[in-house]
Nanobody, 114 residues
Framework: VQLHACGGGLVQPGGSLRLSCAASRIFFSIYTMNWYRQPPGKQRELVATITSGSITNYTDSVKGRFTISRDNPKSTVYLQMNSLKPEDTAVYYC?????????WGQGTLVTVSS
């Protein structure tokens, strides 16, 4: 079972990035998918969630700027990040969870700086 996250990089404030997380060897469509982030020197926090029924939820600091989506045939979850701010700088992790298990990807670094 693997989650492979990619799409991070260096972007200027106000810019956009799209993160992707591809899952393999899981029945993707039944999992709730989460994006977490861990800023430098801080604890990991939940950023966005999309359920198996495509209900979404966001932490307040990213509402209106980030959009989580999923493509079940491709076993992939996305995080579209717009209007990025320096405080969005973090390692972003994808997470697949159901009532029995929680699976983590390896993380992708997003740096927002001029």
């Amino acid at each position: 079972v693997q989650l492979h996250a990619c799409g991070g990089g260096l972007v200027q404030p106000g810019g956009s990035l799209r993160l992707s997380c591809a899952a393999s060897r899981i029945f993707f469509s039944i999992y709730t998918m989460n994006w977490y982030r861990q800023p430098p020197g801080k604890q990991r926090e939940l950023v966005a969630t999309i359920t198996s029924g495509s209900i979404t939820n966001y932490t307040d600091s990213v509402k209106g700027r980030f959009t989580i989506s999923r493509d079940n045939p491709k076993s992939t979850v996305y995080l579209q990040m717009n209007s990025l701010k320096p405080e969005d700088t973090a390692v972003y992790y994808c997470n697949a969870i159901n009532r029995f298990t929680s699976i983590w990807g390896q993380g992708t670094l997003v740096t927002v700086s001029s």
